[in-house]
């Protein structure tokens, strides 16, 4: 499958203009993304060859044990993340799960676009934050 990528992307990369902004979603759902060489994805000539073509690489990890099904799931029942909040089928770990993977997918994608991540704050700092600025 690595080869299949890289070759896709390379098509891609010739087929438009360099104005383009190309992401690679690189995947591990099917095992290591490493070629005969146990050289990583980005690591292969093929692919240095276009890295300079590509916007950014999302990496998709292998999911834990417990995400896999939920997700699996999902795309048997042919949802977004967004309608399985709302679907009975299901329940609330898997709607967890389900959105602990996408948003771990959106926070790589932010980092290609340039999109800043706001800052976590917690109940407890927001309540000291008020008790300052008052």
């Known amino acids: 499958m690595l080869h299949d990528t890289i070759n896709g992307l390379k098509y891609l990369t010739e087929l438009f203009s360099h104005d383009v902004n190309i ?17 990583s ?11 300079e073509h590509l916007g950014g690489v999302v990496y998709i990890r292998k999911m834990d044990s417990l995400q896999t099904p939920a997700v699996e799931k999902m795309k048997k029942a042919k949802l977004t993340p967004e309608e399985t909040k709302l679907d009975e089928r299901f ?16 926070m790589m994608m932010d980092q290609i676009f340039d999109i800043p ?18």
Do not use: C, H
């Not at 994805?41 to 890295?51: A, D, N, Q, R, S």
């Not at 991540?117 to 008052?134: C, D, L, Q, R, Y």
């Open 23 to 39: 992401v690679a979603f690189a995947t591990e759902y099917f095992g290591e993304l490493k070629d005969e060489n146990n050289n």
């Open 41 to 51: 994805f980005e690591e292969t000539p093929e692919y240095l060859e276009i890295k």
């Open 91 to 106: 329940k609330l770990l898997e709607k967890s799960r389900i959105n602990t993977v996408m948003n771990n997918t959106y």
């Open 117 to 134: 991540i706001p800052p976590k704050t917690s109940k407890t700092n927001t309540k000291k934050e008020e008790k300052t600025t008052a």
